[in-house]
């Protein structure tokens, strides 16, 4: 009986083809991911000018719409950022899907008795953490960009406006804020070990630096953003 040997080559060569993908996938995933963190914390760093005053962090936010001037239009660099971000969210949650599909589709059968697997909370809640930032992220924009949603709205007080946003009254925003935080903040700390895996990170001593840099990085970001709406819970900022 004839065996037709050229299967196993072909299995083989698309095998590599799919591994290759997916590692592709995996370092934009991690570039992505890289250039969002980075993000975060510039932003983070703008929020807490709020502690200077309302003077301080009123020009600190005109400023952010001149930046590039004249060499670019009023407001262009923003533009630019929040299309580069846009386009980096995006193609962050797609790799990170197409990703998923195919681990689901390398374990096709569901085992009735399967051993748990440890892992972090953060690696087992990332699809949910995803969700949940995607909201706020949807709602932070007609919130504290937009105006739409906010007491004050105006775009020329945002000092005015962030202060409006916490008010003690409005403490069900505050715990969305917090909640949406937190999730960041788990969502960045198995982000950042997972790409120092992907971009080569390797070895038992390399794997612990990893973890404590994910971890110490995480706490700064939600400690960092969660200081603003408790200083105004709190009457420091008002």
């Given at each position: 009986?004839?065996?037709?040997?050229?299967?196993?080559?072909?299995?083989?060569?698309?095998?590599?083809r799919a591994g290759s993908s997916s590692v592709a996938l995996k370092i934009f995933m991690a570039t992505t991911?890289?250039?969002?963190?980075?993000?975060?914390?510039?932003?983070?760093a703008?929020?807490?000018?709020?502690?200077?005053?309302?003077?301080?962090?009123?020009h600190y936010a005109h400023w952010l719409r001149t930046i590039g001037e004249p060499l670019l239009p009023q407001q262009w660099y923003l533009w630019i950022q929040r299309t580069v971000l846009t386009v980096a969210v995006i193609g962050h949650i797609a790799a990170a899907t197409i990703l998923a599909r195919r681990a689901r589709r390398a374990r096709p059968v569901r085992y009735a008795h399967r051993p748990k697997v440890q892992g972090s909370y953060a690696a087992r809640t990332m699809r949910w953490g995803g969700v949940i930032i995607l909201l706020f992220v949807?709602?932070?924009?007609l919130d504290l960009t937009t105006g739409?949603?906010?007491p004050v709205g105006s775009p020329g007080h945002p000092y005015a406006n962030v202060v409006a946003d916490f008010a003690p009254h409005r403490w069900y925003v505050t715990l969305f804020y917090a909640l949406a935080v937190v999730a960041v903040g788990a969502h960045l700390r198995h982000g950042i070990f997972s790409a120092a895996r992907t971009l080569g990170q390797r070895g038992a001593r390399?794997?612990?630096?990893?973890?404590?840099?994910?971890?110490?990085?995480?706490?700064?970001?939600?400690?960092?953003?969660?200081?603003?709406p408790f200083a105004v819970i709190t009457g420091l900022v008002n």
């Open positions: 009986m004839a065996v037709d040997t050229r299967v196993r080559p072909q299995k083989a060569r698309s095998a590599a991911g890289i250039l969002l963190v980075l993000f975060l914390y510039v932003h983070m703008g929020n807490l000018k709020i502690f200077f005053g309302a003077t301080p962090f009123d949807v709602y932070h924009i739409t949603l906010n390399g794997e612990h630096v990893a973890r404590v840099t994910a971890l110490v990085l995480s706490i700064v970001l939600v400690a960092g953003f969660l200081s603003v």
